[in-house]
């Protein structure tokens, strides 16, 4: 027993619940739990092989079918098209060969007139040729006689006087650099003078510091002085006996006596003054106490009014306090709303400013369609970066110029949309960014120009910008292709360089192109469109700010509105309770009985300082008393206590020199410095400003004498220049007439070169006009034959020759783009050869087919998937089922368990428990309690402890579905008597419809059996007799209570 008692203690959590579910009967619950898993294993084993069927056969089946079906269809539309277009190019051409066969003859007559005209010009200009010769033959003789001659002679004279003017010239030069030259040494002495001036000032301004400073000593060494005399004094007084007193005073030991004696006298005679005083104090105050216990019972009722009074008041600032409302914080918000309101509205009315200045920068469009994605058009270029740098901003917009203006999209897809349905208010150049190609310099070139002029003078226009990285293909085709410099010399140095040769801006906005081009000129830098942009984001920036900034103030104004009205009611209620109370103060103040009372509360007051003036005085007395003990202790002790003040007052008289000493050493020293700072003043610099002074007229004097030597040089130069202006004139009008000479030479030549020329153009005219003429004979014999061939190889021109180029017809040559159509023509024909070879003409049939059985396969994996759901769900009932039994049958047997147990050992208590923080379904464990303590473990019972609970854990589970007859062999051989009395009245009260066959060898069981059936050998046989025990409450053998133990005596045996 004792064996199987362990077993049943030692059980896990989960054995426990084990046998809770088996009491409970959720086996079947379990075995259909258990089909019905099998059941969605083989649902996906099938799911498993109808998506490997599609996954492995059909889909790619379809996906190739589709291709071919596309590629089928794709052969059907291209063969559609060649037709459409063979038919419209063919008749293009028939019409123009046609045309031209029918204009040709016309067009040859017409070039045969103008080859006759030509010849007859080629004659004319040969005729006008050689009269020009003669004229200018004659004009050369004329250039070359004397007109020659006489300017040789003036040229020769106006160098003379060329060498002339230079010699004065130089010569006044020379005179005015030595006028400048005094005037610099004038000005040299005049600022000297200035200098020498400052440093006076400066240094008076010193020595009238330092003079304050020696004086400051010289008072501080006076002060001195007075001390050491003053030690000196004490020195030569102590030497005579005499003490220093308190006001100073020098006296005797007795004079000081006396005198601190005196001071007694006065402060005794003070104090029992004082105490008088305080003794009327003291029996005036038991009269008026008396008198004031009546006053307040006659203003009790006033008394009681004022201290409700200032309850309410108390009251309401705690209320008030309780609010946390705080009126500065309410304002400072409403300041800042007002405030903010103000920011926002000019952060807006700049933003407006900015975008009616310039309204190229506004995009806007409407959605092309209602599911648009508005995040696939990015923007205009102008607002898709940043400049970290401004003064880039000029040379950036020079360098994307109109582009700055186009709008940026994901795709040509989009593009095409918002042309079409975007609904634009003006005209776009949309930049793709999968379509877009760019040119951006190499790196190798970038670097390349960065060595001609220093890495920081030069940089790729893209280098200087900021964007999105999904934005480069545009950043790219805006900005790659041109580099910035600084200047003009760095821009021109770089762009005409052999290793560069790329487009320059500079900073101003100056653009150098090494194809010879240069654009420059006045520009407006303040209408930067770059920088009033910047201005513009950063004023929306600001808006938006401010506007984030306002809301969230109208928020905690808002949180507080409902607060800030309850503290103003409150407020209200405070201001109007304290006049109550200061009106009941007041009406308290003015009757009698309370003038009494705080005459009684004054008198207390003058007691408490009469009390603090007789202590005052007891402490001076005391002091006095002890002073006078010491000045007759020290003229008891004179010669010891002489030699002490002796050596105290040498110490301060030595101390007293040493300072006087130091005193007059830094006074001594300010007034070196003093005397030293007055001789520089004096004497040095006062001379040195004379002398400058004494300068200024020789200064004076020589530029007087340098500006009369340049009137003289001025004067010889002036009539240099006359001589040199009348050959000037004479030699340009002899000039004139040489160029009129060759003016009208050279105007011959040109008319002489237009007459070549025109020989010249002519006779390529006449060329072109004779090659003409061959051509239009040979395209007029090309057109007819033209004509033939497409009449002969189309039959269909004959029927539709009537619409070739008629308007809104398929052959309506206007709407359609010839040459373009041409192209795509020879391409369809290429793509229609390559897709004869490729495509499947069996493809729709076969993808039909292949279609219908994919259908089939997910409608079948589509059944299977149900049918998986409803298992799934059948197993969510079952287990929902099995827990609902399981936690019933817990309650049930808990609650047995512990009645059980109860009954078995009185005061103990056990019940079946959940694992800490997890469910039942977890496992279960068991624990005892004796009292009000519960036990850790059930290691700490004792054997008969834990056979009575692993019994009555058994017994619960067989009372929760009980039986008719149950067996019991010896379950109290282990326990004492008292237990075995209490199994058997807890099997008569507990299982009342059941019959109990009981092994035991205790009287304490066969007291509670209504049958006992004793074994004994007689004769060497094993017996047995039965005998019926009749109780005072119980029939005997009755059906509800019918407990039959079998006792054994002397020995054990089996029934």
């Avoid at 000029?394 to 975007?422: C, F, P, Q």
């Avoid at 150098?512 to 303040?526: C, E, I, V």
């Amino acid at each position: 027993m004792q064996g199987r008692i362990t077993k049943v203690l030692n059980m896990k959590p989960q054995e426990i619940l084990s046998m809770i579910e088996e009491a409970a009967g959720t086996s079947l619950y379990e075995s259909k739990k258990q089909s019905a898993l099998k059941t969605i294993e083989k649902k996906d084993n099938k799911l498993t092989d109808i998506n490997k069927i599609l996954d492995e056969e059909l889909n790619p089946t379809l996906e190739k079918l589709k291709a071919e079906r596309a590629s089928y269809l794709e052969y059907q539309k291209i063969q559609r098209q060649i037709e459409t277009l063979t038919r419209l190019v063919v008749a293009y051409k028939y019409t123009r060969a046609e045309h031209v066969d029918q204009n040709a003859a016309g067009e040859v007559v017409s070039l045969q007139d103008q080859i006759k005209m030509v010849d007859v010009e080629v004659d004319k200009s040969k005729g006008e040729i050689e009269r020009l010769k003669e004229e200018i033959r004659k004009l050369e003789q004329t250039k070359k006689g004397e007109a020659s001659s006489k300017l040789e002679e003036l040229e020769s004279q106006m160098a003379d006087c060329s060498k002339k003017e230079v010699k004065a010239k130089s010569d006044l030069d020379n005179v005015l650099d030595a006028v400048k030259q005094e005037e610099k040494e004038k000005e040299a002495t005049l600022k000297s003078i200035k200098n020498t001036e400052n440093l006076i000032s400066n240094k008076s301004e010193e020595l009238t510091s330092v003079r304050a400073e020696a004086d400051k000593y010289i008072e501080l060494k006076e002060k001195e002085r007075e001390n050491v005399e003053k030690a000196e004094a004490n020195y030569e007084s102590v030497q005579a006996g005499q003490l220093e007193g308190e006001d100073g005073q020098q006296m005797t030991y007795t004079e000081h006596l006396m005198k601190l004696k005196d001071e007694l006298s006065e402060a005794q005679t003070a104090n029992q003054q004082a105490k008088l005083k305080l003794s009327h104090s003291q029996s005036s105050i038991k009269k008026m106490e008396a008198e004031s216990k009546k006053a307040e019972k006659e203003i009790a009722r006033e008394k009681g009014e004022f201290d409700a009074a200032v309850k309410v008041v108390e009251e309401v600032e705690r209320k008030i306090q309780r609010l946390g409302f705080s009126q500065d914080s309410h304002n400072e918000l409403q300041q800042k709303k007002r405030t903010l309101e103000n920011n926002v509205a000019t952060a807006s009315k700049q933003v407006n400013e900015l975008v009616h200045k310039y309204p190229q920068l506004q995009f806007d469009y409407t959605s092309p369609d209602r599911n648009f994605d508005r995040s696939r058009v990015k923007g205009l270029v102008a607002d898709l970066f940043s400049i970290p740098d401004t003064q880039y901003a000029m040379a950036l917009e020079v360098a994307a110029g109109g582009r700055l203006y186009n709008v940026v999209t994901d795709t040509e897809d989009t593009s095409a949309l918002l042309i079409k349905h975007g609904q634009l208010r003006r005209r776009y150049v949309m930049i793709p960014l999968n379509k877009i190609r760019s040119n951006v310099i190499d790196r190798e070139v970038v670097n390349n120009a960065k060595r001609l002029v220093g890495s920081d003078n030069c940089h790729l226009a893209l280098d200087v910008i900021k964007y999105d990285k999904q934005l480069e293909p545009a950043m790219k085709y805006c900005f790659g292709g041109v580099l910035i410099c600084k200047t003009k010399e760095q821009a021109k140095k770089v762009a005409f360089d052999k290793s560069v040769k790329k487009k320059v801006i500079t900073l101003e906005g100056d653009v150098y192109d090494p194809a010879g081009t240069l654009t420059g000129g006045s520009r407006n830098s303040s209408r930067c469109v770059l920088k009033e942009l910047a201005a513009c984001k950063q004023a929306r920036t600001d808006l938006a700010s401010f506007k984030e900034q306002y809301r969230k103030v109208e928020e905690q104004l808002h949180k507080m509105e409902r607060v800030a009205q309850q503290w103003e009611e409150l407020s209200g209620q405070l201001r109007l309770k304290k006049h109550e109370r200061d009106l009941l103060e007041d009406r308290l103040k003015q009757t009698s009985h309370y003038k009494d009372i705080e005459e009684l509360r004054k008198t207390k007051e003058d007691l408490a300082k009469q009390k603090e003036i007789v202590d005052n005085f007891n402490d001076k007395e005391k002091s006095l008393l002890k002073k006078c003990a010491e000045i007759e202790a020290k003229m008891k002790n004179f010669k010891a206590e002489q030699e002490k003040e002796l050596k105290k007052a040498k110490k301060r008289l030595a101390d007293a020199k040493s300072r006087l000493n130091e005193c007059s050493k830094d006074a001594k020293s300010r007034e070196n410095k003093l005397k030293e700072l007055e001789l520089e003043v004096s004497s040095e610099l006062a001379k040195e400003l004379e002398n400058l002074r004494s300068q200024l007229p020789k200064c004076d004097e020589a530029i007087a004498a340098a500006k009369s030597q340049v009137e003289g040089a001025q004067s010889k130069l002036d009539e240099c220049r006359e001589i040199k202006e009348k050959l000037s004139s004479e030699l340009e009008s002899q000039r004139e007439l040489i160029r009129q000479c060759s003016k009208e030479i050279e105007n011959f030549v040109k008319e002489q070169k237009a007459a070549e020329k025109v020989i010249s153009s002519s006779g390529i005219k006449l060329k072109e006009l004779n090659h003409k003429l061959t051509k239009l004979n040979k395209e007029a014999n090309d057109a007819k034959q033209q004509v033939e061939y497409y009449l002969n190889n189309y039959e269909w021109i004959a029927s539709e020759k009537q619409y070739f180029g008629q308007k809104d017809t398929a052959y309506d040559f206007d709407k359609h783009d010839i040459k373009e159509s041409d192209k795509k023509l020879e391409r369809l024909k290429t793509n229609k050869e390559k897709l004869s070879k490729s495509v499947n003409m069996r493809a729709m049939h076969l993808l039909g087919e292949a279609e219908k059985r994919y259908l089939d396969l997910v409608k079948r994996k589509d059944i299977v998937t149900n049918d998986k759901q409803k298992i799934n769900k059948v197993i969510k009932d079952l287990d929902e089922k099995k827990n609902r039994a399981v936690r019933k049958a817990w309650e049930q047997v808990n609650k047995d368990f512990g009645s059980i147990f109860s009954t078995l050992l009185p005061g103990a208590r056990v019940k079946l428990q959940t694992l800490e923080g997890r469910p039942v379904t977890d496992g279960l464990e068991v624990k005892v309690g004796f009292g009000e303590v519960w036990k850790e473990s059930l290691t700490e019972l004792s054997g008969g402890q834990r056979s009575l609970v692993a019994l009555s854990l058994i017994l619960s589970l067989l009372l929760f579905k009980p039986a008719p007859l149950y067996i019991l062999d010896e379950v109290d051989a282990a326990l004492d008597l008292s237990h075995t009395q209490n199994i058997g009245q807890m099997l008569r009260a507990h299982f009342k419809h059941s019959q109990f066959v009981v092994v035991s060898l205790k009287d304490g069981m066969f007291q509670n059996a209504n049958v006992l059936f004793r074994t004994k050998f007689v004769d060497g046989v094993s017996t047995v007799t039965r005998h019926t025990q009749h109780a005072s409450s119980q029939p005997v053998l009755t059906d509800k209570e019918n407990i039959q133990p079998l006792s054994k005596k002397n020995k054990k045996q089996k029934v």
